[in-house]
């Protein structure tokens, strides 16, 4: 990973100057061959198909069907798939294909905002302790290794009274502040790297304010981390979602998302398989497809993490 900033010079200026061109480093080569390694990767490829077909089908298939998630078919209670019914119904007739859809976006929803949230709080975070260092490293190191200690999941359950209380945003935000300590801890110890380079020193003795060095020259040489980290946090956030739902401490009935509907199911699993299977088969494509993106983003960025492996 590089950490040579297009915009950073070592040449020494009057306090409060910003840094200038003067070596100025051409990128754009570099990042072409990443992206060219990026859609080379079979991973990635099928990883980004699949999740692009499946966000497709959350929020256009709804409209392409022609029965409603809250409908009720008099006429098939807990019905097998057909013609008719995609994914069968459940006891009161209602559409397991258009339920499906509805938790499907939710899901994604939930994963597609609490895994980037994580990530950007690791982020700030994580660069503001390597960055600063001393009182604010230590309170930061403190906070991280007390949430690491305690079990995430549980706090969640304890905290579900909160979620049932409020809108599903609060979920995303539960999720969000418990999932954002590991990669802070490695933005800190990167930005620990970083802050002692001659363009980070150079751009402190020219009197450029602390926060605006973390914005030019930090984050930018973690970037490459945080979007993996972001990558595989969608899943993650889904995965968390479903499982809190499922056992239920997340999404709360009649709202729908795929753990809901996987606890609704769980009971027929044997008997009337569609009402559990269909909606679980959905939940790992979605988790897998992330996955497959997100190694495939860390292999290209990262060689040293398993190259060779498509």
Do not use: C
């Not at 999720?175 to 930005?191: E, H, K, N, P, Y």
């Not at 930018?220 to 899943?235: E, F, H, K, Q, R």
């Amino acid at each position: 990973m590089s950490v040579l900033d297009p915009t950073t010079t070592t040449t020494a200026g009057s306090p409060g100057d910003s840094p200038g061109p003067a070596h100025v480093v051409d990128e754009q080569p570099r990042r072409s061959g990443l992206w060219r390694k990026i859609l080379r990767s079979r991973r990635a490829q099928v990883g980004g198909i699949a999740l692009l077909v499946i966000i497709l089908w959350a929020f256009v298939g709804p409209y392409l069907y022609h029965w409603d998630s809250v409908e009720s078919d008099g006429l098939a209670f807990g019905a097998a798939p057909s013609a008719s019914h995609w994914f069968g119904t459940n006891d009161i007739g209602q559409d397991i294909y258009a339920q499906t859809l509805v938790g499907l976006q939710k899901s994604l929803l939930i994963g597609l905002i609490a895994g980037p949230g994580a990530t950007l709080i690791a982020g700030i975070v994580g660069a503001m302790a390597g960055y600063f260092g001393g009182a604010w490293d230590r309170v930061i190191v403190w906070v991280i290794d007390l949430l690491l200690v305690v079990p995430s999941f549980y706090v969640l359950v304890l905290l579900s009274p909160v979620f049932k209380s409020l809108t599903w945003v609060a979920l995303i935000v539960g999720l969000a502040i418990f999932s954002w300590m590991v990669m802070a801890r490695v933005v800190r110890g990167q930005t620990m790297s970083l802050r002692e380079r001659d363009y980070v020193k150079a751009a402190r003795f020219m009197g450029v304010p602390s926060f605006t060095i973390i914005r030019r020259h930090i984050l930018p040489n973690v970037a490459s981390l945080l979007i993996i980290d972001a990558t595989l946090g969608v899943g993650a956030a889904i995965l968390a979602e479903s499982s809190l739902s499922y056992f239920g401490f997340g999404i709360q009935v009649p709202d729908v998302s795929l753990g809901t509907l996987l606890a609704a199911g769980s009971s027929a699993a044997v008997t009337r398989p569609w009402l559990f299977v269909l909606p679980a088969a959905t939940l790992i494509a979605t988790v897998l497809s992330t996955s497959l993106l997100g190694d495939a983003l860390r292999d290209a960025i990262d060689p040293t993490s398993g190259a060779n492996r498509d």
